[in-house]
């Protein structure tokens, strides 16, 4: 799955670890996540959108809509 983490942790002037403490996973996650290498889990998925107040599909998009 595709994703524009980086692009919204950027936006809000958020380093990778600023933003994993805020989240409450590790670093490593976050930058997992924004790689493409890590998927993550639905609750965590809810919480990054809920965190930087946005849709959950305007962060994560599913590979069949990636084009």
Same mark, same amino acid.
């Given at each position: 799955m595709k994703n524009k983490l980086k692009v919204y942790r950027v936006m809000h002037n958020l380093t !990778? *670890?600023? %933003? =994993?403490? &805020? %989240? +409450?996973? /590790? &670093? !490593? /996650? $976050? $930058? =997992? $996540? *924004? &790689? +493409?290498?890590?998927d993550p889990s639905l609750p965590l998925a809810f919480k990054i959108a809920r965190f930087f107040k946005a849709k959950i599909e305007d962060i994560f998009i599913p590979d069949e809509e990636a084009g």
């Open positions: !990778q *670890e600023d %933003l =994993a403490k &805020r %989240l +409450g996973v /590790t &670093r !490593q /996650t $976050i $930058i =997992a $996540i *924004e &790689r +493409g290498k890590y």
